[in-house]
């Protein structure tokens, strides 16, 4: 069955999330952020993968700033602070 993600997000929301997947060991969320949107300064207590399906954004955290397009992710380090902004509409898997 062929999927997109940018199907499942239908709601008219800056910014969404859907429970793709849950395992043992944790979860895969797809994340979607509208242009110019904030995903705000937050958290993570486990370690996470961050990876950009589509768009452009900018994740920032205490110690660096990475321009996140098609393709790229980031590394997120449990207890770090860190948010996203969205250059363009973006969607992100989110693995943690």
């Known amino acids: 069955m062929k999927m997109n993600l940018k199907k499942i997000h239908q709601e008219d929301k800056d910014i ?3 429970l793709l ?5 944790g979860k ?3 994340l979607q952020i509208k242009k110019g949107k904030v995903l705000e300064e937050h958290v993570s207590k486990t370690p996470a993968i961050l990876i950009c399906i589509s768009g452009k954004a900018l994740y920032e955290e205490e110690s660096r ?3 996140l397009k098609k393709g790229s992710y980031v590394m997120i380090e449990p207890n770090i602070k860190h948010k996203v902004t ?3 509409k973006s969607n992100f898997i989110l693995i943690k």
């Open 86 to 88: 969205a250059i363009k």
């Open 65 to 67: 700033e990475i321009k």
């Open 28 to 30: 895969v969320v797809s």
């Open 21 to 25: 997947r849950t395992v043992e060991e």
């Open 16 to 18: 969404q999330t859907k």
